[in-house]
């Protein structure tokens, strides 16, 4: 293909100055090849969509007419549904003193900051959240994100360089995954949750002399519901002079005694080095999302970490929306307590009625059915039952693996979980799941 732009006309503002016969042509034929490229685009994005269709994974998105609550109204469906697939743990997206505070922040400190926190987007509610968090996980200090997501991909590229090593959990959350590739670190996958496995890959980044060995991984994993070993992972690091991070994105608020998280729940509170949540879960579920841990950690954060001083400040009506949460959270247990009950009497339940549920007590309770279309099929019918689950296959999990994940909330009352669970009887009835 021919130039367009002659050397000459590159700087020219005014196209009249240089337009002649044979710049004309050549306009008309750039206009042309731009239409082209466009239209690479768009077949590029077609024939890639025609594939996800093919696979079956294509996303649909159903669309909520109400707050998000223990029911819901859905378009489309006659009924209000009962939720069952929010991270709505505690039951606090719609709260009414969750709530009121955003509402009370909106007329104090108005809507939004239009700036990033280093110039003009730092307001008191910033920092009184940052402390409040720092003061619910026992740690020196905090900083905020846009997102959890925005948290973990600041981090690994901010403290470390080609001299140190990053060792991560293979199931481990995608930001996890993106944060780590932006990184120069050495990387080593250890397999999920597997000591012997994460030790051996600790000795290798030993042997190539790594300076910091930062194991990463997530306190709770998503679609299992797993909780990560931490315990022995802080032991496993003490050893070898690592230092953990944990993303307690669905942890915070309601796993361990008191909800601070998995380092309570396997009673190693305060040693796991760095910790990400984010706000956007139990903890009202608005926006936003945090690392807190060391006070020199976070402090070089804040000079280093690209989604931090380059995004927009959290809005304030979140911030403040977030430090009622922790307010809740610090004056009474109960909501975690609820939380746990339910979770307790629906697996209880489940596990009776013949379904099989990946063992243990958190809130995300996967329904194994390895079918693909059997997974999807059994969340329609639940719908039509008025109780809305997700089917989850490959790739979001390991392929033979489908199943309907159930998370629980404290907004869940009993008579919702026996309605629920009456539902997957005749649903798993129906489609020969259990007998
Ligand atoms: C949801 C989630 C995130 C992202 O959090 P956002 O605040 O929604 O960006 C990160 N890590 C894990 C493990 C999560 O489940």
């Given at each position: 293909m021919t130039r367009f732009?002659?050397?000459?006309?590159?700087?020219?503002?005014?196209?009249q100055h240089f337009v002649g016969a044979q710049q004309l042509l050549q306009l008309r034929s750039f206009t042309t090849s731009l239409a082209a490229a466009q239209d690479a685009l768009v077949l590029k994005a077609r024939q890639q969509l025609e594939e996800?269709?093919?696979?079956?994974?294509?996303?649909?998105?159903?669309?909520?007419?109400?707050?998000?609550?223990?029911?819901?109204?859905?378009?489309?469906?006659?009924?209000?549904?009962?939720?069952?697939?929010?991270?709505?743990?505690?039951?606090?997206?719609?709260?009414?003193v969750v709530v009121a505070a955003a509402r009370k922040a909106l007329d104090t400190h108005g809507y939004g900051l239009s700036s990033v926190r280093f110039i003009c987007g730092t307001q008191d509610l910033h920092k009184q959240l940052e402390a409040r968090i720092s003061a619910f996980h026992g740690t020196e200090d905090t900083i905020l994100y846009p997102s959890c997501f925005d948290a973990n991909a600041g981090l690994f590229e901010a403290l470390l360089g080609p001299e140190d090593a990053v060792i991560s959990d293979e199931l481990n959350h995608a930001s996890i995954i993106d944060g780590i590739r932006?990184?120069?670190?050495?990387?080593?996958?250890?397999?999920?949750?597997?000591?012997?496995?994460?030790?051996h890959k600790i000795m290798e980044a030993e042997d190539a002399g790594a300076k910091v060995k930062l194991i990463a991984t997530d306190g709770v994993f998503s679609m299992d519901g797993d909780i990560a070993p931490i315990g022995d992972i802080v032991?496993?690091?003490?050893?070898?002079?690592?230092q953990v991070f944990s993303d307690e994105c669905h942890a915070t608020g309601f796993v361990g005694a008191t909800?601070?998280?998995?380092?309570?729940?396997?009673?190693?509170?305060?040693?796991?080095?760095?910790?990400?949540?984010?706000?956007?879960?139990?903890?009202g579920g608005g926006t936003g999302g945090y690392t807190t841990g060391k006070a020199d950690v976070v402090a070089l954060l804040r000079q280093r970490a690209r989604p931090y001083l380059f995004s927009n400040s959290l809005a304030p009506s979140a911030?403040?929306?977030?430090?009622?949460?922790?307010?809740?959270?610090?004056?009474?247990?109960?909501?975690?307590?609820?939380?746990?009950?339910n979770a307790d009497y629906f697996r209880r339940q489940?596990?009776?009625?013949?379904?099989?549920?990946?063992?243990?007590?958190?809130?995300?309770?996967?329904?194994?059915?390895?079918d693909?279309?059997?997974?999807?099929?059994?969340?329609?019918?639940?719908?039509?039952?008025?109780?809305?689950?997700?089917?989850?296959?490959?790739?979001?999990?390991?392929?033979?693996?489908?199943?309907?994940?159930?998370?629980?909330?404290?907004?869940?009352?009993?008579?919702h979980l026996d309605k629920a669970i009456a539902a997957f009887k005749d649903v798993g009835k129906q489609l020969g799941v259990i007998e």
């Open positions: 732009l002659l050397a000459k006309a590159v700087d020219v503002v005014n196209l996800i269709r093919s696979a079956g994974t294509f996303k649909v998105e159903r669309q909520i007419t109400t707050p998000q609550e223990a029911s819901v109204g859905v378009l489309d469906v006659a009924q209000p549904v009962l939720n069952f697939c929010a991270n709505n743990y505690l039951g606090l997206s719609n709260h009414p932006l990184c120069k670190a050495k990387r080593y996958r250890y397999k999920h949750m597997d000591l012997i496995d994460l030790e032991a496993l690091a003490h050893h070898h002079d690592a909800g601070r998280g998995t380092d309570e729940a396997c009673n190693v509170p305060g040693q796991v080095d760095i910790i990400n949540s984010t706000l956007g879960k139990a903890l911030v403040a929306a977030s430090i009622a949460v922790f307010d809740l959270l610090s004056s009474s247990s109960a909501l975690r307590d609820k939380l746990q009950e489940m596990a009776a009625a013949g379904f099989s549920i990946r063992p243990g007590r958190h809130p995300i309770v996967p329904i194994m059915l390895g693909a279309a059997l997974a999807n099929k059994m969340a329609s019918a639940m719908l039509q039952r008025g109780v809305y689950v997700v089917g989850f296959s490959y790739p979001v999990v390991p392929k033979g693996t489908a199943r309907i994940r159930v998370q629980l909330s404290a907004a869940h009352e009993r008579e």
